[in-house]
């Protein structure tokens, strides 16, 4: 890697993604809460610590890169191999924004029809354990044109809905997947490639991760929506977070507009343009942070856009989101369900949702979707106001999985 990147997009998914080790929260900072327990006045709001391992750092923390980054490198190394028969020491690929970024080759050979090659992922200073990891990627030709993506030893397999992947599939995420291909197209001349993307020592590495509570087996995920590894889970992102909003309010905003990543920050601009950039802050897991700030800040209002997951979690009450500190409450989520007419079995089912994305997923099918939605973002309303102690008024938005679409919300006119 010959690159060090600013902190750039922060990836959306990643709080709850696969790939990322849990950890058993600190004695005395949680208490369990028993899904759907509520008080007179809703459900009992929560701002857990942050894990011990995410405190401030004597440094700043440094960025790193996704598995789907170095898996799309290793690919297009192995290409040039295929393609020239020479070793390459280093590779250039796309990032998502079209920042363009050189990696070190560990490793790479010619047996036969097949080139393989071999980047070594760092994760920076984020507590991944898929730091050091061998990404690694075999290619031969194909007949026709276009690639073929696979997934080998290592990768796990999806066995569960829910994920937004194929069921019986490789455990590569839509991101990576089209980084890949780019990457290996910018040299394969236009013929038929396959690639198989494996991890030595994947299986391995996924015990220590969520993946098999999630249905994915036999190995990591291939992850990522920026390309960058971001060390979000930390105090120091807390920090940004509030800094952010105090920038806002000095320059005399009225109203913030907190969005759990990239992708749900573009969704919210486009839904609120006649706001400025200033008002948009990406808050991660740091609602409690950014509502606190915004109030002692004299701010007024207050807009939530998330995706399925983070407003789960928010209407459980729960203000910091981090992944070792909360999990989405599907028990709440089937309570919705019969809140708005759903069958007795259908609240069943999405109660026992894999996911928070699965159970989006069984709303849509029933047409239950948008009302659904809409009492999931009117729960979650009611917890930020009372969060706020009555300080700010608040909307919610609730966005499908690209971000650009308002699927739900408690303004009816914001709905697509």
């Known amino acids: ?28 900072r949680v208490r369990k809460q028993a899904s759907g327990e509520t008080g007179p006045d809703g459900p009992e709001l929560r701002e857990p610590d942050l894990p011990r391992t995410a405190k401030d750092r004597p440094k700043a923390l440094r960025t790193g890169w996704t598995t789907g980054t170095c898996a799309s490198a290793a690919a297009k190394a192995a290409t040039e191999l295929l393609v020239g028969g020479v070793p390459p020491r280093w590779v250039e690929v796309a990032l998502p924004s079209g920042r363009r970024v050189t990696f070190a080759v560990a490793e790479s050979v010619l047996d036969g029809d097949a080139a393989r090659a071999v980047v070594v992922k760092d994760a920076g200073d984020d507590p991944d354990v898929t730091h050091g990891a061998r990404l690694t990627a075999t290619v031969r030709w194909l007949d026709g044109a276009g690639v073929a993506l696979r997934g ?148 007024t209002g207050v807009v939530f856009v998330g995706m399925a997951g983070k407003l789960t979690k928010l209407a459980a009450g729960v203000l910091m989101t981090h992944y070792t500190r909360s999990a989405v409450d599907t028990v709440l989520l089937g309570q919705v369900t019969t809140a708005v007419g759903g069958s007795a079995a259908l609240a069943e089912e999405v109660g026992g949702a894999n996911t928070a994305r699965h159970a989006y997923e069984l709303w849509e099918a029933a047409g239950l979707l948008r009302a659904a939605g809409d009492v999931l973002c009117a729960r979650v309303r009611d917890v930020l106001v009372r969060f706020g102690k009555g300080a700010l008024r608040a909307d919610v938005a609730m966005v499908d999985f690209t971000g650009k679409t308002v699927v739900a919300a408690t303004r009816p006119e914001w709905v697509s």
């Open 1 to 28: 890697m010959t690159e060090q990147l600013d902190p750039g997009d922060l990836a959306a998914e990643a709080a709850a993604a696969p790939g990322v080790p849990p950890r058993r929260p600190a004695r005395g």
């Open 152 to 299: 080998g030893s290592g990768v796990g397999t999806v066995t569960r809905p829910g994920l937004g992947l194929d069921v019986g599939g490789p455990a590569i995420n839509p991101v990576p997947r089209q980084m890949i291909t780019q990457a290996v197209a910018e040299v394969a001349g236009g013929r038929g490639v396959e690639v198989v993307i494996s991890v030595p020592d994947g299986e391995r590495m996924a015990r220590k991760t969520t993946n098999r509570r999630l249905g994915i087996l036999g190995g990591i995920s291939i992850l990522g929506t920026t390309g960058i590894v971001r060390p979000f889970s930390t105090a120091s992102w807390r920090a940004s977070v509030m800094q952010a909003v105090q920038v806002a309010a000095a320059q005399g905003e009225q109203t913030i507009v907190l969005c759990t990543g990239g992708r749900t920050e573009a969704g919210a601009m486009a839904l609120l343009p006649g706001l400025p950039e200033v008002c948009f802050v990406e808050v991660g897991d740091f609602t409690g942070a950014a509502l606190r700030t915004a109030a002692e800040r004299g701010m």
